[in-house]
């Protein structure tokens, strides 16, 4: 019997799958990863991603420095990390296997090109010997291919030059890989020659190479395949798979709508940061100005100007940026004008590892001015999250006169989930309250809120200035009085402090009560939050409660720690939140600490949980 008329092997279900796809810089890992999320998507999967760059814009080929990785979780349940290790890894190259092999679960899936495992190669990785033929795959379920020549043999007859034929094997893997997962391949086939249409060649090339990489798995039935993972029952309504920098933009696109308010924002490219910029410059049609500074002090300062003229002045950068944005940020506070200021966090400091993920700029973020300068600060904790963290955001800069720091991250920025789409109608109303009447108009007079009025430039009768030097507390001259300074220090920090009056009341995840209590902050929810379900599946009498913001804190914080016998921190620096709520608050605790560019495995949270409620269970015995 034949291949074509044997019977084809029925698809294995699962609940949730890990693929990892990941290659040279230009293997085109990030857009087969992409494309894959996209059809995870459209079939219904919860899902969430980990795309992983390289620091080295042009490393070596090659070499395990500019090697390129894209990790996507997509289940039948909900889903809260990209995942720990992979279940399927796809490698194009000997450099991929070297820095992924580590992560690829006993007895996982291992797909090589092993086209690519020719002596140069392996020494360009740094492998001592071919490890396709020394044993030291022999843990995994191995399928080795030859990428170049099923590709060539696909391609073959379309005129396409050698490099760009070379170019088509990302779509063989991803087809190979839709196989595996049983995905539909219609709606690829269709993506496919919509994005290569101004390359008719390129297009069949690749569409080729796709549907060689699917018959190649359907062919030969590789490993224990395919499986198949149904759509996930999600919360009723319309989705779409968003990005995080995407969710930041279309929060403030939201913004500026439901405020009536023109959108500004001020930027200077910068790793994470920049898609915030790249994304807001495709939507002109609701009234947004995107402006690309020369720098990140222009880019700030152009956005305050912006909100002097009655706009939503916003800004983005990162960490270095950040640094250099510092005076303008000062100079938003003492003038008391609306300001969104986001942070796409990565591994510092200085330039340090800038396609990385890292939580080290809440320092930074909080305390990092001169002089008495408090300001809000608010975090992400996931991509889809991002959209409603940045509109509250602009709602509290609007309201309170007064600039907001977003703190996001990379891995938030450039990952990606299904985001189910907000009932506009629904979200709350934004009242700029811009200063109209002439009669007793005073700059510096204040509301319940202690914001001062908003009065554009140019508004007949409520002429006015303001600037960096210290302001009379009613009139707005300035003044060197120093009882009038510390009058205008501590009602700035009562109005910032008072903004904690309209947070939402905290919520526990997991017990009320009990051992532990897991305090998370920005992008560490998803693995924090899975991390605790496991450990309560296994016994441990757990709570964890996620803080969106971080300054100022949210009322009832030490009272919910009350009813925890330890208290547990993990975070991707070495301490900042803890010794954040230790100096505001008190609230001693255990940290959990990773500086590693890469986010939280679920497993080493669920260790860290039980290990500290074991440890506080002995403690209890032993005074027993």
């Known amino acids: ?171 063989f893997a991803l087809g190979l890989v839709f196989w595996l997962y049983s995905r539909e391949t219609k709606r690829e086939e269709e993506s496919i020659k919509s994005r290569f249409a101004k390359t008719p060649a390129l297009a069949q090339g690749n569409l080729r190479a796709f549907k ?36 930041l933009a279309l929060g403030l696109i939201a913004a500026a709508q439901k405020s009536g308010l023109r959108l500004f924002f001020g930027s200077y490219p910068i790793t994470p940061a920049s898609d915030v910029l790249h994304e807001l410059a495709k939507h002109r049609r609701f009234g947004i100005t995107t402006f690309q500074a020369e720098d990140e002090i222009a880019a700030v300062a152009s956005a305050i100007g912006a909100a002097f003229g009655g706009a939503l002045g916003a800004t983005a950068s990162s960490g270095p940026g950040m640094a250099l944005k510092s005076e303008a940020i000062g100079l938003a506070v003492i003038v008391e004008l609306p300001l969104v200021i986001i942070n796409a966090q990565r591994g510092g400091p200085s330039t340090g590892l800038p396609t990385k993920t890292e939580q080290s700029d809440l320092f930074q973020a909080v305390y990092g001015r001169n002089g008495e300068c408090p300001l809000p600060v608010l975090a992400c904790r996931s991509p889809a999250d991002c959209f409603d963290t940045v509109f509250e955001a602009a709602r509290i800069a609007i309201e309170y006169r007064t600039p907001v720091i977003v703190l996001s991250d990379g891995a938030i920025g450039n990952g990606t989930e299904p985001w189910l789409l907000p009932d506009v109608d629904s979200l709350p109303a934004i009242d700029p309250k811009l200063a109209v009447d002439p009669a007793g108009f005073m700059p510096y007079s204040r509301d319940e809120k202690l914001a001062r009025p908003w009065a554009i430039p140019g508004t007949p009768g409520l002429e006015h200035r303001v600037g960096g030097l210290e302001k009379d507390f009613v009139t707005g001259n300035v003044s060197y009085d120093p009882q009038n300074h510390e009058r205008m220090t501590h009602v700035r920090a009562e109005k910032v402090a008072r903004i904690a009056d309209q947070y939402p009341p905290l919520q526990v995840a997991g017990d009320p009560e009990g051992e532990v209590l897991v305090i998370s902050w920005g992008g560490t929810y998803g693995s924090v939050t899975q991390g605790m379900m496991e450990a309560r599946a296994a016994g441990a009498r757990v709570g964890h409660l996620h803080l969106r913001h971080i300054f100022p804190l949210p009322h009832g914080l030490v009272d919910i720690v009350a009813r925890y016998r330890s208290v547990l921190i993990p975070e991707l620096n070495l301490g900042q939140l803890r010794l954040h709520l230790r100096g505001q608050l008190g609230i001693e605790s255990q940290g959990l600490n990773k500086i590693q560019g890469k986010p939280f495995h679920v497993a080493e949270v669920r260790a860290a949980i039980e290990a500290l409620a074991m440890k506080v269970a002995h403690a209890r015995r032993e005074i027993a």
């Open 1 to 171: 019997m034949d291949a074509s008329s044997a019977p084809r092997r029925a698809a294995r279900n699962l609940e949730h799958a890990v693929v990892r796809f990941a290659g040279d810089s230009g293997d085109g890992m990030q857009l087969t990863g992409t494309e894959f999320t996209r059809e995870a998507a459209m079939h219904g999967n919860d899902l969430a991603t980990f795309p992983d760059f390289p620091a080295e814009i042009r490393a070596p080929a090659g070499t395990t420095a500019g090697v390129s990785g894209y990790q996507i979780q997509f289940a039948s349940h909900e889903v809260f990390s990209a995942g720990d290790q992979p279940d399927t890894l796809v490698a194009m190259n000997p450099a991929a296997l070297k820095v992924h092999l580590q992560d690829l679960k006993k007895g996982g899936l291992l797909i090589l090109n092993e086209a690519a495992f020719t002596e140069g190669d392996l020494k360009r990785a740094g492998w001592a010997a071919n490890p396709l033929t020394d044993h030291s795959l022999d843990g995994y379920r191995l399928i080795q291919i030859d990428f170049e020549k099923l590709v060539s043999l696909a391609v073959e007859g379309l005129g396409l030059p050698t490099k760009d034929a070379a170019r088509c094997k990302n779509f």
């Open 212 to 247: 060689a990489g699917y018959f190649y798995g359907e062919t030969t039935e590789a490993a224990d395949a395919p499986y198949q993972i149904a759509p996930a029952k999600l919360q009723h309504g319309r989705y779409r798979n968003v990005m995080g920098s995407t969710g």
